[in-house]
């Protein structure tokens, strides 16, 4: 009897113990797929190939070396462009080369523009090109106070004829230029096409007074104008016919240079206007 109890216990106790084996959390194998695949081993990394060298990834940032050709050359206009004494071993020297080396020939138009440029400075002078005439020997006289340094003997100014070659200095020459240039040719219409000048230098007191201090045409720093040829052959003079035209122009001339004289003024110049370029106190002296 206590024999088949035991019997009977030992069998329930199998039977609860396969039960609890059957209700483990581990997922049944799918029939399907076959036995679960082993865990996957853990291996070393692989390494990606090196990049090549000419890659862009992996290019060097130390220079290149200039190709032969270009260093020949380089050399040759080293010999052929150095000054006599210059050490071609700095690298200044070297550096000059280079940069002449660089510079593009200049194109046609370029050539015929700088052609033109030169052309319009023959017979030029005081560095302008409209100002026509030629550089004189420097004036020296015995009185004190008379004489020229830097004289010039003027035919021309902005393209306007003189009736006579004027000698001043490039003072004069240059604000004459520019009164013609600004002011007198365009009242004129541009039919400007001559100055009758009736004063340049000449050693002189002021208004041609004996012991009065030396006119600056003496120092030939003046010139007086005194009429004005149109391109038709008309003329009109200071004298005869100082009318609105002759008024404006003349007033404009007050700045350009440091005096100006004229009708009215002072009894003097009644018949031409006078332009000089002292070096006044105060400004310019028009009246």
């Known amino acids: 009897m206590r024999t088949g109890l035991a019997a009977v216990i030992l069998c329930l106790a199998s039977a609860a113990a396969a039960q609890q084996i059957d209700k483990s959390p581990r997922p049944l194998v799918n029939p399907l797929r076959g036995a679960v695949a082993a865990e996957p081993v853990a291996t070393a990394p692989v390494s990606e190939p090196p990049v090549p060298i000419e890659s862009g990834l992996a290019r060097s940032l130390r220079p290149k070396p200039r190709p032969q050709a270009l260093v020949q050359r380089l050399a040759a206009l080293r010999a052929e462009s150095a000054p006599a004494g210059l050490d071609l071993s700095s690298g200044q020297a070297t550096r000059k080369v280079e940069i002449a080396a660089a510079v593009p020939e200049p194109t046609r138009r370029e050539k015929r523009r700088k052609a033109r440029e030169a052309a319009t400075m023959d017979g030029a002078v005081c560095g302008v090109p409209t100002i026509k005439g030629e550089p ?6 015995k009185v004190n106070g008379c004489g020229v340094q830097d004289a010039v003997r003027v035919i021309s100014v902005a393209g306007v004829r003189l009736s006579q070659a004027a000698t001043v200095d490039c003072s004069v020459a240059t604000a004459l230029n520019n009164w ?5 040719q365009p009242a004129f219409g541009g039919n400007l096409s001559e100055l009758r000048v009736a004063a340049h230098y000449v050693c002189r007191g002021r208004n041609n007074k004996k012991g009065a201090p030396v006119s600056e045409h003496g120092k030939g720093r003046a010139v007086d104008i005194s009429a004005f040829v149109m391109t038709d052959g008309k003329v009109l003079t200071v004298q005869d ?5 002759l008024r404006r122009i003349y007033k404009s001339a007050c700045g ?3 005096t100006t004289l004229g009708p009215g003024s002072d009894g ?4 031409h206007f006078h332009f000089d370029t002292s070096a006044r106190k105060g400004g310019a002296y028009c009246r």
Do not use: C, L
Request: aromatic content about 14%; glycine content about 0%.
């Open 136 to 141: 004189i020997a420097p004036i020296s006289s």
């Open 180 to 184: 013609v240039s600004d002011v007198a």
């Open 256 to 258: 350009i240079f440091k």
């Open 241 to 245: 016919n100082y009318n609105q035209t």
């Open 268 to 271: 003097y110049h009644e018949d």
